[in-house]
């Protein structure tokens, strides 16, 4: 643990740089910075933000607010209250749902994207 304020790293070889009241509770899990982020998944990490989760195995949240990674090896990177499910990812935006097999939203608001392979919006 380096820096910040109330932060816990309770896991083996899991660390927490700055940032308050962060938490890394699994094997090699990570939380740089922000606040009241929660990285518990085994290779889990979480940069920045504030309230994110990384839950899972690989999973990664990149900044924003009430982001979270339900889903092996999902990542989320920014935006608000976004989801990810397994290897599912989503970029920004708000209140967007990945949870379909490698499924992806690219920022937008709103959206759901369940079915496998499946990304949104869709390139002309």
């Known amino acids: 643990m380096t820096g910040g304020d109330k932060n816990k790293a309770t896991g083996v070889a899991t660390s927490v740089t700055g940032g308050i009241s962060n938490l890394a509770n699994a094997q090699f899990a990570s939380v740089s910075g922000g606040a009241k982020n ?4 085994f290779e889990s990490s979480v940069s920045g933000g504030l309230e994110n989760l990384a839950n899972t195995i690989g999973s990664s949240v990149s900044g924003g607010q009430g982001n979270k990674v339900v889903g092996t090896a999902g990542s989320v990177s920014g935006g608000l209250e976004n989801e990810a499910g397994n290897h599912a990812s989503v ?11 490698y499924s992806a939203i690219l920022g937008t608001a709103g959206q759901v994207q369940s079915g496998e392979l499946g990304i949104w919006p869709l390139a002309p």
């Open 38 to 41: 929660k990285a518990s998944g």
């Open 91 to 101: 970029s920004g935006g708000e209140h967007n749902k990945a949870t379909g097999l």
